[in-house]
C-alpha cells in the first residue's frame, strides 16, 4: 500500500517536494519509479531508483530539474521538483517493482503496486 502526498499548486519555476510512504517493510527491497499522467494523456516515465540507491534514471523532460530519492529507514520514496514548467502539471504515481527488477525498467507492467496518485499543478 502506497500513499503519495505533498502535490499541490505552485508557480512556474518553483520547487516542490512530494513523497511515498509505505508500511510495507518489504519496501527496502523494491526497486521504485515515479509516473505521472497528464489530463488526456497516457501515464508516462519520469525517474527510477534502485532499491540500493545505486542507480538513478529520469526522463529527458525532467533530468537535470528532478531528484528522486529514497530513506529505506523510514520507508519513504521522494522526488525534489525543481524549476517546475506548466508541463509538468499532472497526476504524480509512485510505483514499486518487486520482480524481476534488476535492470533499468520505465515499463508500467513491470510495475506491481501503485499509489492513488498526487496532484502537481504548475501555473504560469
Known amino acids: 500500500h502506497l500513499v503519495e502526498s505533498g502535490g499541490g499548486l505552485v508557480q512556474a519555476g518553483d520547487s516542490l517536494r512530494i513523497s511515498c510512504t509505505t508500511s510495507?517493510?518489504?519496501?527496502?527491497?523494491?526497486?521504485m519509479s515515479w509516473f505521472r499522467q497528464a489530463p488526456g494523456k497516457e501515464r508516462e516515465f519520469v525517474a527510477y531508483?534502485?532499491?540500493?540507491?545505486?542507480?538513478?534514471h529520469y526522463s529527458t523532460s525532467v533530468k537535470d530539474r528532478f531528484t528522486i530519492s529514497r530513506d529505506n529507514g523510514n520507508l519513504a520514496l521522494h522526488l525534489q521538483m525543481d524549476s517546475l514548467k506548466p508541463e509538468d502539471t499532472a497526476v504524480y504515481f509512485c510505483?514499486?517493482?518487486?520482480?524481476?527488477?534488476?535492470?533499468?525498467?520505465?515499463?508500467?507492467?513491470?510495475?506491481?503496486?501503485w499509489g492513488q496518485g498526487t496532484q502537481v499543478t504548475v501555473s504560469t
Open positions: 510495507d517493510s518489504s519496501f527496502r527491497m523494491y526497486v
Open positions: 531508483i534502485d532499491n540500493f540507491e545505486r542507480n538513478t
Open positions: 510505483a514499486a517493482c518487486v520482480k524481476s527488477c534488476n535492470e533499468f525498467t520505465d515499463v508500467l507492467s513491470d510495475y506491481a503496486y
